[in-house]
């Protein structure tokens, strides 16, 4: 039987025994009041208790009591010491997961709506210079470089942004916001000084080796060309060598000028101006139908915008150029190349298409990586030095811009080039 019913029947008893005694004396009201008040005064008392007890914390052991009141105290007491357990578990976790933190050899700094710091672990008071005293100051105040304030005020967390630890400039950081929660920001910061300086070095040595091939290369060529004019053709073997080594020493002239313009891309201040990119296209255009004569019925340009740019013309060229060069050089010498000028949505795009050999699904992702190659069969052999598209893809990364790549197998490739609409500029 459930205690409910238990207090129910016993009151019901009491009340039938008052009745009957009420009936036998004639004082059944009087009975019945002092039976209600004594009900109501021992529940008065219990409620009472309780309230004392569980004002207390409800943390003792509760006091003595029978019925349903030793139901409702022994429940609470369950639920308390529950509660209590929960507790001590959360909190030996969350000490668990600070001193975890706190080894982390990566900065980490939680922020909160207001970008204040609402706690940093040791490697951030290292290498941001952070004392414990400045919970709850706004982190703006304490790393002031304005190209971090910048990219906390961007709410573009993509990429990670570079900077000097304030504390000793010869530290690098790769400092990276990551959303989470509602409105909460961790910021992790990476020691990548030794990355950088790996970095900085192959860049020296690529920019060095190839400014020092330049000479040589120069005076071979020079060589070469004194040679072929003083070749009267009575020797085919020699012809066909002086064409082998003249087409050898202009691949490495490309290769040189390529890897040339590469560090040049990397490590050169950017140059702003309004390049009229319609101007520029057919320019481009015109360029390689002079080069190669075939290419005269080949391109086909539409200029849909008149829209301009803010950029570096030269680099732009270079990227279109090779581009188009690409297109020209992977598909039948048949075949047209189509190049579009247009705005969609908040882009404006630049495409190239061909219905060449395209490129294989797998390959689409590396081909502008530095000599990567993509290995497709081909009739004739196709010359060049890997480098053409990573050009294409350092020049839009200094424009804001993306490259897209659609290509498929024996069909085609569209390159498509998307500027942002804030670089627009006439
Ligand atoms: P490359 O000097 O070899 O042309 P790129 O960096 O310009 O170097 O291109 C890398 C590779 O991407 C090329 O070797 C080629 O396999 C592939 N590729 C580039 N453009 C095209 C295209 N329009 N059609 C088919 N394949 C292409």
């Known amino acids: 039987m459930e205690v409910w019913q238990r207090e129910f029947i016993t009151a019901l008893l009491l009340f039938v025994a008052v009745a009957i005694v009420g009936g036998m004396t004639g004082l059944f009201m009087p009975l019945a009041l002092a039976v209600t008040l004594g009900i109501l005064v021992r529940q008065l008392f219990q409620i009472n208790r309780f309230e004392k007890w569980i004002r207390a914390g409800g943390r003792a052991k509760y006091p003595k009591t029978t019925g349903i009141w030793e139901e409702i105290y ?41 970008d204040e710091i609402e706690w940093a672990n040791k490697a951030a008071r290292d290498v941001f210079g952070l004392q ?170 539409t200029l849909e915008t008149n829209v301009h740019i803010t950029g570096e013309e030269q680099e732009l060229r270079s990227a279109f150029t090779n581009l188009l ?25 630049l495409e190239v298409e061909d219905h060449g050999e395209g490129i294989p699904t797998a390959d689409i992702p590396r081909v502008t990586e530095r000599f990567y190659r993509s290995e497709v069969k081909r009739v004739k052999k196709v010359g060049g030095t890997g480098l053409g598209l990573a050009i294409v893809k350092h020049v839009l990364m200094r424009h804001d811009a993306k490259l897209n790549i659609v290509s498929e197998l024996g069909k085609g490739s569209c390159f498509s080039c998307h500027f942002p609409a804030k670089r627009v500029c006439n």
């Not at 909190?91 to 700094?109: C, H, I, N, W, Y």
């Not at 255009?285 to 002079?290: D, G, L, R, S």
């Not at 020209?328 to 048949?334: A, G, M």
């Open 74 to 114: 022994y429940h609470v007491y369950r639920i308390k010491k529950n509660e209590k357990k929960r507790k001590k578990k959360l909190g030996k976790m969350v000490d668990q997961f600070r001193q975890s933190t706190e080894a982390l050899p990566d900065a980490a700094v939680v922020l909160g709506a207001n």
């Open 132 to 301: 414990q005293s400045d919970k709850g100051q706004r982190i703006p105040n304490l790393i002031r470089f304005p190209e971090f304030i910048r990219y906390l005020k961007s709410g573009n967390y993509n990429e990670a942004v570079i900077l000097p630890s304030p504390v000793n400039h010869r530290i690098t950081l790769a400092v990276r916001i990551v959303t989470y929660g509602a409105g909460l920001r961790l910021l992790l910061a990476q020691d990548v000084t030794e990355l950088k300086k790996m970095e900085r070095m192959r860049k020296d040595f690529v920019a060095n080796v190839s400014h020092e091939l330049r000479t040589p290369l120069t005076v071979l060529k020079g060589y070469l060309e004194t040679l072929q004019d003083m070749d009267d053709g009575e020797s085919p073997l020699l012809t066909t060598s002086f064409q082998q080594m003249q087409g050898q020493t202009e691949r490495m002239q490309h290769l040189v000028d390529d890897l040339l313009l590469l560090t040049r891309l990397e490590t050169r201040q950017k140059k702003t101006e309004c390049v009229n990119i319609p101007a520029l296209l057919i320019q481009i255009c015109k360029e390689a139908e002079t080069m190669n004569g075939k290419a005269s019925d080949r391109i086909d340009l």
């Open 325 to 349: 060069g690409n297109a020209l050089k992977y598909s039948p010498e048949d075949s047209v190349v189509k190049i579009r000028w247009y705005r969609i949505a908040d882009d404006i795009v």
